[in-house]
């Protein structure tokens, strides 16, 4: 089983980034998938989850509006399209995989993203 995160990096206040997980070793389509996020110093926080067939979306606060997450099922990976950046979406990104029938739950290693001027 793997979950590869990609897409972090460096922007300026403003920019945009997506975010893609790649999955594999599991039936992706059958697993809810998620995006968290962790500061320094601060809990993990759920950002963005969609479910199994991607009908159904939900998003924390502080990016309603911002970022969006989405599902291609045939490429078994995860996006997070976030826009309108700002310093506090500085963070590790984390992928999480969960089915709740299997009461499994499967994480990627994170990718970094750093918002600053």
């Known amino acids: 089983v793997q979950l590869v995160e990609s897409g972090g990096g460096l922007v300026q206040p403003g920019g945009s980034l997506r975010l893609s997980c790649a999955a594999s070793?599991?039936?992706?389509?059958?697993?809810?998938m998620s995006w968290y996020r962790q500061a320094p110093g601060k809990e993990r926080e759920l950002v963005a989850r969609i479910t199994d067939g991607g009908g159904s979306t939900m998003y924390a606060n502080s990016v309603k509006g911002r970022f969006t997450i989405s599902r291609d099922n045939i490429k078994n990976t995860v996006y997070l399209q976030m826009n309108s950046l700002k310093p506090e979406d500085t963070a590790m990104y984390y992928c999480?995989?969960?089915?709740?029938?299997?009461?499994?739950?499967?994480w990627g290693q994170g990718t970094q993203v750093t918002v600053s001027s």
């Open positions: 999480k995989a969960f089915n709740y029938y299997l009461s499994q739950v499967y």
């Open positions: 070793g599991f039936t992706f389509s059958s697993y809810r």
